[in-house]
């Protein structure tokens, strides 16, 4: 990818997802996240843990990692709206501790023809999402897919909607039609950061 390539990549931080989710499943996602942080990988654990003492301020723990999930996602809530880092660690954590979902949504992506990073790797060394997004494949088309491909599947929309975010690493802020998103440049890795 070349200077002008990589200056033409347009991201908005981590936290900005909060203006597409609703509050109470930003709420539904800060738990989940934090009551399987000990399912995620090492790095996560660790990166969560880290922004929670960093910045997150639970009533009667010096702390705030060793409190309680349920009183840290309400205590987490302010941070995870307005710092990127623990939006993004908590976005990771959430997606890896969602599994099957993870690789259902990414399968349906690449069926779409969506340029994606791998599956394993740590999104949060990003600088955030990209700002556009396939007009042809919105929410409600990637959840019809999921339900098809999945009668059987226990999540909504909600859900099958952020994993896509996350895995795409786009928000759908400009609607582009495919032809133009797959000229558009896209973030390179290289194999070993593909591992890690």
Known sequence: ?????????QFLPFHAINEFMRIDF????LRSALLSVDEVSDKTRSEVDRLTKKWVKVPGFR??????????AVSMVKPFANEPKMAGAILQAWTEAHP?????IFEILNGF?????PLEFNRIRLPGFLTQWPEEEDYEVIYSAYAEKYPEGEHGIDEVSLMAVWLSMRLPVDKVSKTELAELPFPEISEEESES
């Open 63 to 72: 702390n705030s990692a060793k409190a309680p999930a349920t009183m840290k």
């Open 1 to 9: 990818m070349t200077d002008e390539e990589k200056s033409q990549l």
């Open 100 to 104: 099957e979902l993870r690789q259902q």
């Open 26 to 29: 930003r709420m539904t996602v």
């Open 113 to 117: 023809g969506w340029k994606l990073l």
